[in-house]
């Protein structure tokens, strides 16, 4: 089993890790420092005596865009970060936490700013540091107390600074009391005060980080070291040129005029160490400066505190696989600022030689005077000489849209790279022209992924930031109040639940507001449609409701109308449906009337119908009956004539079969006497009648 670690061997051990990381930051540093002249625009080193020596901001202009862009997403009303439960019985502790976590960090401190130095940071310099911590702070506060006799003065809670009595004993006093408030905070870090293990992967994994600052000796005091100790600390000195970042705007001296404004260089130091010989090592805690750990003055102990997790997030625009570090937007626009400024300085010079070409000076043909009056040259002012051909300008070819179509290319490459520029990134009216719907919506596209890209690692270093912060109020918060969707409430941290998932809401690929905001007013119509058709409710509504108002920025939901899962706003409604007032009962007296109005005239409108069918079917019958007697009579008609016809062909045929009968029975007789006339005149023997 291994010895514990003595605070000597301690003190050692983090002087070499803080060795190795300053040994890096250096490095890094140099690249940052360079990165920074270059968003002040500061001059080349290359520049020429008597050339331009512009140079164009690219830096700032692309890092100022890029952090007004993502500034945006986050201050804008939106829950960039939240918590989610695990467990459906912790949704409202959680819905309660991630309104007090955004409450304490845009409330109780400058969160934009945080923000903004942090973003910043990133954009320039390749890295910003989110630091989360408990600061104790003492508030005074004095108020004039009433009391009625003296004797109640000793009854008073606080300091009694002043009395003012009255005739009959009673009067008023002012009490100072004083109280210490603990402000939890999450700080943007400057990059030149971190310090981290050279291999670090992820802040939460690295074996070393610092946070190494100068502080002076009272500080350190009023921190809770022991002061003895304090003042026996080497001082910290460093030069002027080194606090000096900007020339514009750091111009400034620091004067120690006391022992006590004098600085030491404190390292708050967090470090995987096995400090009690277990052979694990433990994260570790502590205050060094130098070759000491500072002693804690109420306990008399060094300042080595084991701890679960380190308070840092960092943020990286563009990460670099497996390392903390990767790069900033600003390594991506270095080189064009450099090629746009050397086009714009070969713009400049071509229109300063077209406009004031070099002469060429014949030194037979001219005077002293001749070379003073060209090296100083007048509008209108005379050149003297002693020949007609003494000087002669010397002609120079400049084509201004060379220059100007280079210069946009580099412009267009930037937009390119990092998502920023100009919506229509063109200097002239035909290469707008040139550029095709299709081409322009695939940059905005691009521009639009970029910006999502960066305020995601953004967002995502911030939600591990409120992670820890979370866990941090969870343990050491006292109960206070916050404004939970229109209502204040106690929020008591420590019944906030252990486990919980942290949802980051930018970057998710969903497009600007105002493309949410169309797609939002675009499903107005198909929601009103469900809710009559009973396919959607009042909590869709009020969804629908609550995400307009946030994406317009006019506030939330619950500004403007209740929220119909609250069970308060549920109650509330049940017995108002119970119990109607008196204008509920006017109103449904109106609407009786009017249903009683509008039966009475269904009726009337009823009847006259009736009445109507009635005469129409009776007249249909008359017209029915009339019809049939029409018919029936044709059909006598017919039927007689019919039997008239009848009787007559059969009255016919019995005459015509008489006659026939008739004319055979003659046709008969008349062939017999024809025939007995024949035999008669045949017969031999002469006649009969003889």
Same mark, same amino acid.
């Given at each position: 089993?291994?010895?514990?670690?003595?605070?000597?061997?301690?003190?050692?051990?983090?002087?070499?890790?803080?060795?190795?990381?300053?040994?890096?930051?250096?490095?890094?540093?140099?690249?940052?420092?360079?990165?920074?002249?270059?968003?002040?625009?500061?001059?080349?080193?290359?520049?020429?005596?008597?050339?331009?020596?512009?140079?164009?901001?690219?830096?700032?202009?692309?890092?100022?865009?890029?952090?007004?862009?993502?500034?945006?997403?986050?201050?804008?009303?939106?829950?960039?970060?939240?918590?989610?439960?695990?467990?459906?019985?912790?949704?409202?502790?959680?819905?309660?936490?991630?309104?007090?976590?955004?409450?304490?960090?845009?409330?109780?401190?400058?969160?934009?700013?945080?923000?903004?130095?942090?973003?910043?940071?990133?954009?320039?310099?390749?890295?910003?540091?989110?630091?989360?911590?408990?600061?104790?702070?003492?508030?005074?506060?004095?108020?004039?107390?009433?009391?009625?006799?003296?004797?109640?003065?000793?009854?008073?809670?606080?300091?009694?600074?002043?009395?003012?009595?009255?005739?009959?004993?009673?009067?008023?006093?002012?009490?100072?009391?004083?109280?210490?408030?603990?402000?939890?905070?999450?700080?943007?870090?400057?990059?030149?005060?971190?310090?981290?293990?050279?291999?670090?992967?992820?802040?939460?994994?690295?074996?070393?980080?610092?946070?190494?600052?100068?502080?002076?000796?009272?500080?350190?005091?009023?921190?809770?070291?022991?002061?003895?100790?304090?003042?026996?600390?080497?001082?910290?000195?460093?030069?002027?040129?080194?606090?000096?970042?900007? *020339?514009?705007?750091?111009?400034? #001296?620091?004067?120690? !005029?006391?022992? $006590?404004? =004098?600085? +030491?260089?404190?390292?708050? %130091?967090?470090?995987?160490?096995?400090?009690?010989?277990?052979?694990?090592?433990?994260?570790?805690?502590?205050?060094?400066?130098?070759?000491?750990?500072?002693?804690?003055?109420?306990?008399?102990?060094?300042?080595?505190?084991?701890?679960?997790?380190?308070?840092?997030?960092?943020?990286?625009?563009?990460?670099?696989?497996?390392?903390?570090?990767?790069?900033?937007?600003?390594?991506?626009?270095?080189?064009?600022?450099?090629?746009?400024?050397?086009?714009?300085?070969?713009?400049?010079?071509?229109?300063?030689?077209?406009?004031?070409?070099?002469?060429?000076?014949?030194?037979?043909?001219?005077?002293?005077?001749?070379?003073?009056?060209?090296?100083?040259?007048?509008?209108?002012?005379?050149?003297?000489?002693?020949?007609?051909?003494?000087?002669? *300008?010397?002609?120079?070819?400049? #084509?201004?849209?060379? !220059?100007?179509? $280079?210069? =946009?290319? +580099?412009?267009?490459?930037? %937009?390119?790279?990092?998502?920023?520029?100009?919506?229509?990134?063109?200097?002239?009216?035909?290469?707008?022209?040139?550029?095709?719907?299709?081409?322009?919506?695939?940059?905005?596209?691009?521009?639009?992924?970029?910006?999502?890209?960066?305020?995601?690692?953004?967002?995502?270093?911030?939600?591990?930031?409120?992670?820890?912060?979370?866990?941090?109020?969870?343990?050491?918060?006292?109960?206070?109040?916050?404004?939970?969707?229109?209502?204040?409430?106690?929020?008591?941290?420590?019944?906030?639940?252990?486990?919980?998932?942290?949802?980051?809401?930018?970057?998710?690929?969903?497009?600007?507001?105002?493309?949410?905001?169309?797609?939002?007013?675009?499903?107005?119509?198909?929601?009103?449609?469900?809710?009559?058709?009973?396919?959607?409710?009042?909590?869709?509504?009020?969804?629908?409701?609550?995400?307009?108002?946030?994406?317009?920025?006019?506030?939330?939901?619950?500004?403007?109308?209740?929220?119909?899962?609250?069970?308060?706003?549920?109650?509330?409604?049940?017995?108002?449906?119970?119990?109607?007032?008196?204008?509920?009962?006017?109103?449904?007296?109106?609407?009786?009337?009017?249903?009683?109005?509008?039966?009475?005239?269904?009726?009337?409108?009823?009847?006259?119908?009736?009445?109507?069918?009635?005469?129409?079917?009776?007249?249909?019958?008359?017209?029915?009956?009339?019809?049939?007697?029409?018919?029936?009579?044709?059909?006598?008609?017919?039927?007689?004539?019919?039997?008239?016809?009848?009787?007559?062909?059969?009255?016919?045929?019995?005459?015509?079969?008489?006659?026939?009968?008739?004319?055979?029975?003659?046709?008969?007789?008349?062939?017999?006497?024809?025939?007995?006339?024949?035999?008669?005149?045949?017969?031999?023997?002469?006649?009969?009648?003889?």
């Amino acid at each position: 089993m291994n010895e514990p670690t003595s605070p000597e061997d301690l003190a050692a051990i983090l002087k070499r890790e803080y060795e190795a990381a300053d040994d890096y930051h250096d490095q890094i540093e140099q690249l940052q420092e360079e990165a920074f002249r270059y968003y002040e625009a500061q001059p080349f080193g290359n520049e020429i005596d008597g050339r331009s020596q512009i140079v164009l901001p690219d830096v700032q202009e692309t890092c100022d865009a890029m952090l007004g862009i993502i500034l945006k997403m986050f201050v804008s009303g939106d829950r960039v970060v939240e918590f989610e439960a695990t467990d459906e019985d912790d949704e409202q502790s959680l819905d309660d936490a991630t309104v007090a976590i955004e409450h304490v960090f845009m409330r109780q401190q400058d969160g934009y700013r945080v923000l903004n130095d942090t973003g910043m940071d990133g954009l320039q310099r390749k890295i910003g540091i989110f630091k989360v911590s408990c600061e104790e702070d003492e508030k005074v506060s004095r108020q004039w107390v009433e009391f009625a006799h003296p004797l109640q003065l000793g009854m008073i809670e606080g300091e009694v600074e002043d009395v003012r009595e009255n005739e009959d004993g009673s009067g008023r006093a002012l009490v100072k009391t004083q109280r210490t408030i603990k402000r939890y905070t999450i700080h943007s870090v400057p990059t030149d005060e971190y310090r981290f293990s050279p291999a670090a992967a992820h802040e939460d994994t690295a074996d070393y980080q610092a946070h190494v600052r100068p502080m002076t000796r009272s500080d350190l005091v009023e921190m809770g070291f022991d002061r003895d100790q304090v003042y026996s600390l080497p001082s910290y000195t460093q030069a002027l040129t080194e606090r000096v970042e900007s *020339n514009k705007l750091d111009s400034y #001296n620091r004067e120690e !005029s006391t022992p $006590a404004l =004098e600085e +030491v260089l404190l390292c708050e %130091e967090y470090a995987h160490i096995d400090v009690d010989g277990d052979g694990i090592a433990e994260l570790v805690k502590c205050y060094r400066v130098e070759n000491e750990i500072l002693i804690d003055a109420e306990t008399g102990e060094p300042s080595i505190e084991t701890i679960d997790e380190q308070p840092f997030s960092v943020f990286c625009p563009f990460p670099r696989q497996h390392r903390l570090i990767g790069y900033s937007l600003a390594d991506k626009v270095m080189d064009l600022q450099l090629l746009r400024s050397h086009f714009a300085r070969q713009l400049i010079d071509g229109m300063a030689f077209a406009n004031m070409p070099r002469p060429y000076v014949d030194m037979a043909a001219t005077t002293d005077e001749t070379l003073d009056d060209l090296l100083n040259p007048i509008p209108g002012a005379p050149v003297r000489g002693q020949g007609p051909n003494g000087v002669t *300008n010397l002609q120079t070819h400049f #084509n201004i849209g060379d !220059s100007l179509q $280079a210069m =946009e290319w +580099v412009s267009r490459e930037k %937009e390119g790279r990092t998502g920023v520029g100009r919506s229509t990134p063109t200097l002239d009216e035909n290469s707008l022209n040139n550029q095709t719907a299709t081409e322009f919506a695939g940059r905005e596209g691009k521009a639009e992924t970029q910006q999502e890209y960066i305020a995601r690692n953004l967002a995502e270093a911030m939600a591990r930031a409120f992670a820890k912060l979370y866990r941090l109020m969870r343990v050491e918060a006292e109960p206070f109040r916050i404004k939970v969707d229109g209502k204040y409430r106690l929020v008591d941290p420590s019944q906030w639940p252990e486990d919980m998932n942290v949802r980051v809401n930018v970057g998710l690929g969903n497009g600007s507001k105002e493309k949410r905001i169309m797609a939002r007013t675009a499903l107005l119509g198909p929601l009103q449609a469900a809710i009559e058709q009973g396919l959607s409710g009042p909590e869709h509504a009020f969804n629908w409701f609550d995400g307009m108002a946030r994406d317009t920025g006019v506030g939330q939901g619950e500004d403007f109308m209740y929220d119909p899962s609250d069970p308060e706003v549920q109650q509330r409604m049940a017995a108002k449906e119970q119990q109607p007032d008196a204008d509920v009962i006017e109103v449904q007296g109106k609407l009786e009337l009017e249903r009683e109005k509008a039966g009475a005239d269904a009726a009337l409108q009823r009847q006259k119908a009736e009445e109507q069918a009635l005469l129409q079917r009776q007249k249909t019958e008359a017209d029915i009956e009339t019809q049939r007697q029409k018919h029936a009579m044709d059909m006598q008609v017919m039927r007689e004539r019919a039997a008239l016809e009848s009787e007559l062909a059969r009255d016919k045929a019995a005459e015509e079969l008489r006659l026939a009968r008739e004319r055979m029975a003659a046709e008969a007789e008349l062939k017999r006497e024809f025939a007995d006339a024949n035999v008669s005149q045949n017969r031999p023997g002469g006649s009969l009648a003889e």
